[in-house]
């Protein structure tokens, strides 16, 4: 009777057990996910624990402990989270009231918001190095790795990128390695010059085919009218097998690594502005001839893409230019007065 007696009650402790287990199990929110990231704010979604009265969201600066609240009644599951620090990592946890069951973390960073762009085969083919050389004796930025589907090395302050304005001559160099046989991939970079979050076809840095011979080196130039953002902007590289559509999206095989990069002003000796009391282009958006307003007398000029590709150069006649073969897109042109350079940014449509 007693070796009966102790053996039901191990078993009902055993399911009691396996109960409570199940029942937490189910007041643990799940499935926490950011979007829509700037440099103040983000939303915050997760899957809504069943019976639940009602949600703790939680979240601190990664290099602090002092958490920030907020109650979130039963039948939300979302949040917006605005005041954020710029720059900033964040730790966020979601807790259900009624239980007090705590979610994973989710941590993320308040910067700019790009595409989301990864391969869906882990290890067969990855960037194992990525190394920049600036000019101008900027320091060089060494990032070796392991293989990854994606790595955002952004908030890493020891691979961020500086870059000065206006460079020429500075050198990007991968190392494609496989897990298998070594074959051919495709490389392609681009560095998000005018900080939109879009990496546009005229900021590709790299569009190559590479093979496991060497590291592979190319040189890149900066355009002089870098947008100097709060937080930065960033540089994608991609490898991948076959010849990637854009860079965004997933593919099978390779890899995608995204790095902060900062541009710097090393050319102090002469004064340029953006914006000028002086000079004013139209119409803008423009078909084929650019009016200048606020000239006394003809004045050399420059065009750059927003890559920094130089597309034209002259000197103004009767306060215009003719822009007519320039292709549909985003231009700078710079106007040097005496030592003042002034840009301004037109639209060719």
């Known amino acids: 009777m007693f070796l009966l007696f102790w053996g039901t009650a191990q078993l009902q402790a055993t399911n009691k057990t396996g109960n ?22 983000a ?67 308040t910067y700019l918001n790009y595409c989301k762009s990864m391969s869906t085969m882990l290890g067969a083919l990855y ?3 990525v190394t920049i050389i600036p000019s101008g004796g900027l320091p060089t930025m060494v990032s070796a790795s392991s293989a990854t589907n994606h790595t955002d090395f952004r908030p890493d302050l020891t691979r961020r990128i500086q870059l000065g304005l206006g460079s ?55 355009t002089p009218f870098a947008t100097i ?33 900062i541009f710097v002003n090393t050319n102090l000796a002469v004064n340029e502005t953006t914006e000028s009391k002086e000079f004013s282009v139209y119409p803008n958006p423009v078909s084929d001839v650019l009016q200048i307003s606020g000239l006394s007398e003809e004045i050399d000029y420059e065009i750059f893409s927003v890559s920094g590709q130089k597309t034209g150069e002259g000197r103004t006649s009767a306060n215009k230019l003719d822009v007519g073969h320039l292709t549909k897109g985003t231009y700078f042109i710079r106007f040097k007065n005496k030592e003042t350079l ?3 940014k037109f639209i060719k449509k």
């Open 168 to 222: 020429a001559g500075n050198v990007i160099s991968v190392q494609p390695s496989w897990s298998g046989t070594p074959g051919t991939a495709y490389i392609r970079a681009w560095i998000d010059f005018n900080a939109n979050e879009i990496f546009e076809a005229s900021e590709m840095i790299i569009s190559t085919i590479v093979d496991s011979n060497n590291p592979k080196s190319f040189v890149f130039n900066v």
């Open 229 to 261: 953002a709060q937080c930065g902007t960033a540089m994608r590289v991609m490898i991948s097998q076959d010849m990637p559509g854009g860079p965004c999206g997933t593919f099978t095989y390779g890899e995608v690594e995204d790095y902060g990069v």
């Open 43 to 109: 939303d915050i979604t997760w899957d809504p624990v069943p019976g639940a009265t009602g949600y703790l969201v939680r979240w601190r600066a990664s290099t602090s402990s002092v958490w920030t609240t907020m109650n979130i009644p039963a039948g939300t599951t979302s949040v917006n989270l605005n005041s954020l620090t710029p720059c900033t990592g964040y730790i966020l946890e979601v807790i259900d009231t009624a239980s007090g069951d705590v979610s994973f973390p989710l941590s993320f960073y």
């Open 127 to 129: 960037l194992s190095n």
């Open 342 to 344: 002034t840009r301004l």
């Open 20 to 41: 409570n287990f199940t029942e937490s199990a189910f007041t643990i929110p799940t499935n926490l996910t950011v979007s829509n990231i700037t440099y103040t704010s």
